[in-house]
């Protein structure tokens, strides 16, 4: 079976074995449910062992590989330009609906404190982080770190993602051999480790069990109830974001009827709906582009790869509910500048999902520990990935072909 088909299960599991022992109070199911607490702290170690150097050798991959950036030119602004506000607005999007909606399953001050604890002793990371959480002003000049490394050892992920930034834009203005020495090594790296991540991932299903089933078992229907209302809210937000932010942009940034788009991009939006892959996704966006938008190639095989490689406005967006969802899970109060805070953790956790299932979970890691959130928050919500992954591809893909749309509609093409 698929890996999802595999986690879904330790999820299903984990929640049975949880309500059972919540429901009959049997000792000897408590004591089995509580167990297997130790598990889900060795798999949440193996996800913050990797995640680390995965964030930054994708990252710099990604962003050393696109070449001098002063050499992309228009097409190249305008293409980022549209990626990066629409990104935003779904960050806005996550955040607004996320505030309307996680409270119709809010748990109770006794039971947030309880599962804080209960995180408190899962993993030293979030710990780390939390402690060195900055305020205000002190944000934006802790984004620049004197020492990268020290950065990374202590779970500063943020300021190590700037550095990274700022390095792969230095590399992507070398001449094309020196270039090539460093995107080498690091794609090399990156496909290293996004090996090593499948191996964590193999075991997934036991760590989720792991996670799940004593907190349920503690929590009941409570927890489960959260849960749903969680993904209802990932669901909501992609009608809006696709329909409130994608199809007036096709309506108003390009010359095609909105009816028209849609029969076009539907078997691409429902080949990423069924793949959750934007990668296996683009041959489909390439035809429909050429073949149906008659959009220049030089258009359309610029747009396309690079949105499946680095625009994630979906995730984004799911970035940003999964977000409060945990805070809110865990009691962890998200003021004004906390979501400033967020809300740069998020925009740059999308930029660094890695093409693994579940990446856009992974890839959190950096805003859990700008928020001060538990790691644990992540395997709850690599258990209840599958449909909100399913969603979200579809909008990242969509969001791929209303950009290259624009972008050739401002390059002065014809679409037909």
């Not at 698929?2 to 049997?26: D, E, I, N, P």
């Not at 070449?67 to 629409?86: H, N, S």
């Amino acid at each position: 079976m698929r890996s999802h088909v595999w986690m879904a299960g330790g999820l299903a599991v984990g929640v049975a074995l949880g309500l059972a022992a919540a429901v009959t109070q049997q000792p000897w199911l408590l004591a089995v449910a509580r167990g297997l607490r130790p598990i889900g702290v060795v798999f949440l170690n193996l996800l913050s062992m990797v995640v680390i150097p995965l964030v930054a050798t994708a990252l710099f991959t990604g962003v050393a590989g696109l070449g001098d950036i002063r050499k992309v030119g228009r097409l190249g602004v305008r293409t980022l330009a549209f990626f990066w506000l629409t990104t935003f607005a779904a960050i806005v999007i996550g955040f607004v609906l996320a505030k309307l909606l996680l409270p119709l399953g809010a748990m109770s001050p006794g039971q947030q404190a309880a599962l804080r604890a209960a995180a408190g002793a899962d993993s030293s990371f979030g710990r780390r982080a939390a402690e060195q959480i900055p305020s205000g002003a002190s944000f934006l000049v802790s984004l620049v770190p004197a020492n990268p490394l020290r950065a990374a050892v202590d779970g500063a992920l943020l300021p190590l993602i700037v550095f990274v930034t700022i390095f792969a834009v230095a590399t992507a203005t070398l001449p094309p051999e020196k270039r090539a020495a460093l995107t080498t090594v690091a794609d090399a790296a990156t496909q290293a480790l996004i090996r090593i991540m499948y191996w964590v991932l193999a075991v997934a299903p036991l760590g989720i069990l792991a996670l799940v089933a004593p907190a349920v078992a503690q929590f009941g229907w409570s927890l489960v109830k959260s849960a749903a209302v969680f993904i209802l809210a990932v669901i909501i937000g992609m009608v809006l974001f696709v329909g409130g932010v994608f199809l007036p942009a096709v309506a108003l940034g390009t010359r095609l009827r909105v009816p028209r788009f849609l029969k076009v991009a539907f078997p691409s939006m429902m080949m990423a709906f069924s793949t959750t892959s934007s990668l296996a996704t683009l041959p489909t966006m390439l035809g429909a582009a050429e073949r149906d938008f008659k959009m220049s190639r030089t258009v359309s095989s610029f747009v396309l790869p690079l949105g499946a490689s680095i625009n994630r406005p979906g995730s984004a967006l799911f970035q940003a509910v999964a977000l409060l969802f945990v805070a809110q899970l865990y009691g962890v109060p998200l003021g004004l500048t906390q979501l400033v805070q967020a809300g740069a953790a998020v925009f740059l956790a999308s930029l660094t999902v890695a093409a693994v299932p579940a990446g856009s979970v992974v890839s959190l890691a950096p805003a859990f520990a700008a928020t001060g959130l538990p790691l644990a928050g992540l395997g709850l919500l690599i258990g209840l990935d599958r449909i909100p992954d399913m969603f979200r591809t579809s909008a990242n893909v969509t969001g791929h072909l209303v950009g290259a749309a624009v972008v050739a509609t401002a390059e002065r093409e014809t679409l037909a």
